[in-house]
């Protein structure tokens, strides 16, 4: 719980921190960041309790030289702060607080199959009429639900999926209705 809360004062201050018209380069450059965070023994290396703080920040400073000076000082005050095994949570964190602070509802459609681009655009005018901003959807394709969509923003699901219709089938017979 406590690294929770760490993580969320990090990422809030990293959005008061990016000005508008930088976002997309601070963006690009976290997200390429925690790929490599993520996928290489970078991340195993940065969150080790065993290896010193200064030599963390001296790694991160010698793997970002073309990143902005703003990033670069955030990813090594994490290093020498010891709180690198937090950033992909700060990363979610600061994603939330950024598309929260400027009127951005981000959704997640999750289909059996990909779903056609007229099927997300009338997905998206419909969620345009509940939420006033910008509405952006990112598409998964997960086979198991058989069929049907699951809209996600955040902890709110909105499951049509045919394996919950299923099962809500299921659960009516066995309870005698």
Avoid: C
């Avoid at 991340?43 to 290896?51: A, K, R, V, Y």
């Avoid at 793997?63 to 702060?81: H, S, W």
């Avoid at 709180?83 to 949570?89: D, H, K, Q």
């Avoid at 902890?155 to 066995?174: F, M, N």
């Amino acid at each position: 719980m406590r690294g929770r809360a760490v993580a969320r004062r990090y990422a809030w201050a990293l959005v008061a921190s990016v000005k508008d018209r930088e976002y997309q380069e601070v963006n690009f450059q976290l997200e390429v960041f925690l790929k490599a965070f993520m996928e290489t023994p970078l991340g195993e290396f940065l969150s080790s309790p065993f290896i010193p703080p200064s030599r963390k920040k001296t790694l991160v400073e010698e793997i970002t030289p073309d990143f902005q000076k703003k990033v670069r000082n955030f990813l090594g005050l994490l290093a020498e702060r010891n709180r690198m095994a937090l950033f992909p949570l700060i990363l979610d964190f600061f994603h939330q607080f950024w598309n929260s602070a400027h009127n951005i509802h981000q959704f997640t459609l999750i289909s059996a199959v990909p779903p056609p681009e007229a099927l997300v655009d009338r997905v998206r005018k419909a969620l345009l009429k509940r939420f006033k901003g910008e509405v952006k959807i990112k598409t998964l394709v997960d086979p198991s639900i058989i069929g049907g969509l699951i809209l996600k923003k955040g902890y709110t699901v909105y499951d049509g999926s045919i394996e919950k219709q299923l099962e809500l089938i299921k659960r009516k017979i066995i309870e005698g209705e």
